[in-house]
């Protein structure tokens, strides 16, 4: 019989049936997918999930040494990066959309800057809205641009145009960190552009063009029931040691508590249920601020190295010199905030008067102490800077 094969003949097949279809398994006759006959049993091995790749190790690595105390929050960034290099990310909307909530000072935007100077070599590549310039809505033009017919819609460029959002981009690390700073501060307005972008990853500009924001990380951060933590932090029950009190695990679970409250009564449901991850930053510890003045003395180091004048110089500090910048740049309330400003007046303006008066030449060693009237001695020790990068200059 030679007739045309109809779906009720008994050999049809659907056109797919026999077709390798792009990213499709195609399994041997007579096996089930899934079935015990799949795999041969002497194939078999157990995998290991836990396992991170090398490039997610070491920026794990080197985001915990540039970040204090916040460990929930770099596992949670460095998880995020080992999705984006394995390629399993969403296609339809953002990388990832995190709330970054907690005391002030304690890190939360630092956070976003020290993981792009790891990936990008420098904190400007994150993109920063400051959230308390558009508290009117009327503002939101900065960001999307003016409607046509608006005057100067032309001469503007919009801050989330495609080029500005590519700007740092590169073939290996080929997304954007955006970073709103102080999200309870934003205006409705840009609230309901915040919506649209977490959930398709989309945005339309003033100019009607649409722009892709899915190869995007979003940061929020907020100081949301900040005026609630002043309280527990500068409360007690009035008996013992308070600095003792602020510093135990259950004082930590008592800001976490009470930031997430706040955020629920803040924030809509229909937000919340866009954030990928909210995570609550600790409140900082006296230990935690002596490794962070630590961080913060070698980078000054490496400030001076990479100087462009030709007067290179070492420094070390002595416990006393650093208990007074400890002393005048940390503040409960405000956290580690402060450490840069006493760094800067106590020690980088006393540094630069010895440099430019000629007090302190190539390959000196500085010994720092605490002095008089709450200031810092300066006296030079045995030579310890060796250089081997360049030549010393010819006297």
Known sequence: MTGAMTRDSPCFLPPLVGKPL???????????????????????????????SLAAERFEQQLRERIVGQDRAVERIARLYQVFLAGLFPPNRPIGNFLFLGP?????TRIVEAASEILFGTANAVLKVDCAEYAHS???????????GYLGHRETTPYFSQANLERYRTPEMDFTFLL???IEKASDTLWSLLLGILDKGRLTLGDNTEVDMTRTVIFMTGNIGADRIDRLIE??????????????????????ATVLDAARRKFSPEFM??????????????????????????????????????????????DAAKALLL????????????????????????LANLVATGQLRYGDHLLV???????????????????????????
């Open 22 to 52: 792009a990213g499709c398994l195609l399994w041997p006759a007579g096996q089930a997918a899934g079935g015990p006959d799949t795999v041969s049993t002497a194939t078999k091995s157990t995998l290991d999930p836990s396992k991170k």
């Open 104 to 108: 002030t000072g304690s890190g939360k």
């Open 138 to 148: 009327h503002e939101i033009s900065r960001l999307i641009g003016s409607p046509p």
């Open 180 to 182: 709103f700073d102080e």
């Open 235 to 256: 409360g007690g029950i009035g008996f013992g040691d308070r600095e003792a009190e602020l510093n135990a695990p259950g004082f930590d679970h008592q800001i976490y």
């Open 273 to 318: 249920n866009r954030i990928d991850s909210v995570v609550v930053f600790r409140n900082l510890t006296p230990e935690h601020m002596r490794r962070i003045l630590d961080i913060e003395l070698g980078q000054l180091q490496r400030r001076i190295m990479q100087a462009a004048g030709e007067v290179k110089f070492s420094f070390e500090l002595t």
């Open 327 to 350: 002393a005048e740049g940390v503040d409960r309330k405000y956290g580690a905030r402060h450490i840069k400003r006493a760094i800067e007046r106590f020690l980088v303006y006393p």
């Open 369 to 395: 102490d605490c002095g008089d009237a709450g200031q810092l001695r300066f006296q030079k020790g045995a030579p310890r800077l060796r250089i081997v990068s360049e030549a010393a200059p010819v006297a």
